[in-house]
C-alpha cells in the first residue's frame, strides 16, 4: 500500500470519526430511546445506538475503501490483510446512563499492524489521531505522553470488566495503590488510553480489553513516545488481550503491578 493509500485512509478516518460522533451526540441529547439499554453480559451495555452508529461507520468505509475488511464490536466482520477495527461506542455505559464521557474508535491495521488509529469524543469536541511514523496529534496539535517518573506522582488508569475473575483485578488495584498511585477507572477504555497519550494520565492498564476498544489509541501512546506492551497479537484481533501503556519511566513498575 502507498503512502498517498495510507494518507487517504486516515483523512477518511477522521472524517468519519467526526461524522459519527456528530450522531452519537444528537442520540444522547435526545436521550429517550436512544439510550436504552440492555445488556450483553455483566455490566455489558448495549444501546440501539451502537449499532446504528455502527452501520453507519461500515457504510461509509465500504464506499470508500470497498475491498478492505471491517469488524465491528457489534456485527462482526471479518479480518483480511486489510481491515478495519471499529468501536462505535467506547463507553456505551455511560452512554446509556447519561455520562457525557465516550468515543468513536476506529483502527486500520494492515498485515496485523494499526497504521492508523483515530477517537472522537464528541462531548468535548476531541478528535484523537495517529499515523504509525508520524506523530499523533489532539484536533491537529502533536501530542506527548507526561514526564512523570515517580508513581507516587502518577494518575493510574485501571480498566475492568466482568470477562475475568474480579480477583486479578483487587490485587493489580492493591499493588498500585500501595506504590501510591492515583488510581482510577472511568468507563472508556479508548479514552483512557488516549489520555496517556496527552498527559492527562501516566499509565492505563486492564486485563483483558478487546481490539477494537484499545488499538487505536494504543497506536496514539506509542507515536506520542509513550511504552505500550505487544498489545496487537494475532489472537488479540479476535480474542483480546491484555493491555498496559505508560509513560516510559514507569514501565517496570507498571509492569511488575500487572504481573499476575
Ligand atoms: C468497555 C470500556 C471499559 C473497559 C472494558 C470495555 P464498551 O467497552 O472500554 O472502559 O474497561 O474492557 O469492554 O462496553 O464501553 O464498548
Ligand atoms: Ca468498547
Known amino acids: 500500500m502507498t503512502d498517498v493509500q495510507l494518507n487517504h485512509?486516515?483523512?477518511?478516518?477522521?472524517?468519519?470519526?467526526?461524522?459519527?460522533?456528530?450522531?452519537?451526540?444528537?442520540?444522547?441529547?435526545?436521550?429517550?430511546?436512544?439510550?436504552?439499554?440492555?445488556?450483553?453480559?455483566?455490566?455489558?451495555?448495549?444501546?440501539?445506538t451502537d449499532?446504528?452508529?455502527?452501520?453507519?461507520?461500515?457504510?461509509?468505509?465500504?464506499?470508500?475503501?470497498?475491498?478492505?475488511?471491517?469488524?465491528?464490536?457489534e456485527g462482526g466482520g471479518s479480518f483480511g490483510r486489510d481491515v478495519?477495527?471499529?468501536?462505535?461506542?467506547?463507553?456505551?455505559?455511560?452512554f446509556a446512563r447519561g455520562v457525557p464521557h465516550f468515543c468513536v474508535s476506529i483502527a486500520f491495521v494492515r498485515d496485523g499492524r494499526t497504521e492508523i488509529g483515530v477517537l472522537y469524543d464528541p462531548m468535548l469536541d476531541e478528535l484523537f489521531a495517529a499515523r504509525r511514523g508520524a506523530g499523533a496529534t489532539l484536533n491537529g496539535v502533536p501530542i506527548?505522553?507526561?514526564?512523570?517518573a515517580d508513581i507516587g506522582q502518577s494518575v493510574v488508569e485501571l480498566g475492568w470488566s466482568?470477562?475475568?475473575?474480579?480477583?486479578?483485578?483487587?490485587?493489580?488495584?492493591?499493588?498500585?495503590?500501595?506504590?501510591?498511585?492515583?488510581?482510577k477507572r472511568r468507563g472508556s477504555g479508548a479514552l483512557g488510553?488516549?489520555?496517556v497519550a496527552m498527559g492527562r494520565q501516566d499509565a492505563y492498564c486492564e486485563l483483558h480489553i478487546n481490539s477494537w476498544d484499545a488499538?487505536?489509541?494504543?497506536?496514539?501512546?506509542?507515536?506520542?513516545g509513550g511504552w505500550a506492551n505487544d498489545f496487537l497479537t494475532?489472537?488479540?484481533?479476535?480474542s483480546g488481550n491484555r493491555v498496559i501503556v505508560c509513560t516510559p519511566a514507569l514501565r517496570e513498575q507498571i509492569e511488575r503491578a500487572m504481573d499476575i
Do not use: M, N
Not at 478495519?84 to 455511560?94: H, K, L, M, S
Not at 488499538?215 to 506520542?224: F, N, P, R
Open 193 to 195: 488510553i488516549a489520555y
Open 215 to 224: 488499538a487505536a489509541a494504543v497506536l496514539l501512546v506509542e507515536e506520542a
Open 9 to 48: 485512509r486516515y483523512l477518511a478516518a477522521c472524517a468519519i470519526a467526526r461524522e459519527a460522533g456528530r450522531l452519537i451526540r444528537l442520540r444522547f441529547e435526545q436521550r429517550g430511546e436512544a439510550l436504552t439499554h440492555k445488556f450483553k453480559g455483566p455490566q455489558d451495555y448495549l444501546t440501539e
Open 84 to 94: 478495519w477495527i471499529v468501536d462505535p461506542i467506547d463507553g456505551t455505559a455511560d
Open 51 to 73: 449499532a446504528e452508529v455502527e452501520r453507519l461507520i461500515a457504510a461509509r468505509i465500504a464506499e470508500s475503501f470497498p475491498d478492505d475488511d471491517f469488524f465491528g464490536e
Open 162 to 183: 466482568s470477562r475475568i475473575p474480579f480477583e486479578g483485578f483487587a490485587t493489580v488495584q492493591g499493588r498500585l495503590q500501595a506504590l501510591g498511585a492515583g488510581v
Open 144 to 148: 506527548k505522553v507526561s514526564t512523570i
Open 234 to 238: 494475532p489472537e488479540c484481533l479476535r
